[in-house]
Nanobody
Framework: QVQLVESGGGLVQPGGSLRLSCAAS????????MGWHRQAPGKQRELVAT???????DYADSVKGRFTISRDGAKNTVTLQMNSLKPEDTAVYYC?????????WGRGTQVTVSS
């Protein structure tokens, strides 16, 4: 069993920053791709950012230049640094892992951007 556990969500004012972290535990050596998705109320879940074991990253256009994803491969942890946050970034953020077709999801952490 593999579990992903997120931390770091909360309430922040527009223009502020938050750092999300996700740790994977269980019987797995190294998840190939880890990343973050988000789901706002009434909207579909969308990809935010991903990073492979080799460090290749991909970002949604809406967060490029503001968010940075990083990982510690040996520890199966992934971090999302979110800067210049906007109200439209408000959503539940889910940690995701994909290991050659097997998907893992965390339970999500709420991020609210509001004054």
């Amino acid at each position: 069993q593999v579990q992903l556990v997120e931390s770091g969500g909360g309430l922040v004012q527009p223009g502020g920053s938050l750092r999300l972290s996700c740790a994977a535990s269980g019987t797995i050596f190294s998840i190939h791709t880890m990343g973050w998705h988000r789901q706002a109320p009434g909207k579909q879940r969308e990809l935010v950012a991903t990073i492979t074991k080799r460090g290749t990253t991909d970002y949604a256009d809406s967060v490029k230049g503001r968010f940075t994803i990083s990982r510690d491969g040996a520890k199966n942890t992934v971090t999302l640094q979110m800067n210049s946050l906007k109200p439209e970034d408000t959503a539940v953020y889910y940690c995701h892992g994909n290991d050659y077709g097997t998907n893992y999801w965390g339970r999500g952490t709420q991020v609210t951007v509001s004054s």
